[in-house]
């Protein structure tokens, strides 16, 4: 078993509609939780970065983190075309910089 | 703030020769910085953490004497792969830690290097 798992995708949804990206963990110390975006041939982009259990917003962004669950994910409102790139979950935990990233979910929002 | 950038974007090479990637933070200190390497519609897979004046620790699988890591200043890291082979083009992308004490110890991304080995 992984210990993070994301469906790949891909993600196919109409401009406007809301978006809901998941991750599953199965490691309990896991206290710090990020969502990246990478468009294709670019790096990684932070997004959003949790600590804990709890919802956090920035704009057209939520997460959301249920660590009684080991689900973690991140809700994008009124999606745009160009929203469309791969979402990477990535956790951490205590006493270690070394992320563990999910497969990455491929998004594409249709004009 | 937060910006880290790599050097080249892209490089092909002729299998047999060494290539030297460049990662640079801009804007901050990072005593830590992290290779990776990224299949096509693969996740990132962590090769090597480099820490300021000290050697690198490579994950399990790399070998350490083919992707030589140095990490010299608080702003730059290069990697070389030595020795190339086609088997070895990827996209290499690494991020930087912020050292200031926070309460985040969010990793920022640089734009990756395409390396092609012929």
């Known amino acids: 078993q992984k210990e993070v798992e994301q469906d790949p995708g891909p993600l196919s949804v109409p401009e406007g509609a809301i978006v809901s990206l998941n991750c599953t963990y199965s490691?309990?110390?896991?206290?710090?939780f990020m969502w990246y975006r990478q468009y294709s041939r670019k790096g990684p982009e932070l997004l959003m970065y949790?600590?804990?259990?709890g919802n956090k917003e920035d704009g057209r962004f939520t997460a959301q983190v249920d660590k009684s669950s080991k689900y973690i994910s991140l809700f994008i409102r009124d999606s745009q075309p160009s929203d469309s790139a791969t979402y990477l979950c990535?956790?951490?935990?205590?006493?270690?910089?070394?992320?563990?990233f999910g497969t990455g979910t491929r998004l594409k929002v249709l004009a | 703030g937060a910006v880290v950038s790599q050097h080249p974007s892209w490089v092909i090479c002729k299998s047999g020769t060494s290539v030297k990637i460049e990662c640079r933070s801009l804007?901050?200190?990072?005593?830590?910085m992290f290779w990776y390497r990224q299949f096509p519609k693969q996740s990132l897979m962590l090769m090597a953490t480099?820490?300021?004046?000290?050697?690198?620790?490579?994950e399990q699988g790399v070998e350490k004497d083919k992707f030589l890591i140095n990490h010299a200043s608080l702003t730059l890291s290069t990697l070389t792969v030595t020795s190339a082979h086609p088997e070895d083009s990827s996209f290499y992308i690494c991020?930087?830690?912020?050292?200031?004490?926070?309460?985040?110890?969010?990793?920022?991304f640089g734009p990756g290097t395409r390396l092609t080995v012929t």
């Open positions: 991020s930087a830690r912020d050292g200031r004490p926070r309460g985040a110890d969010e990793q920022y």
């Open positions: 490691n309990s110390a896991f206290q710090y």
């Open positions: 949790t600590y804990s259990s």
């Open positions: 990535a956790m951490t935990g205590p006493g270690t910089y070394k992320y563990i």
């Open positions: 804007d901050f200190q990072a005593t830590t």
């Open positions: 480099s820490n300021e004046g000290s050697k690198a620790t490579y």
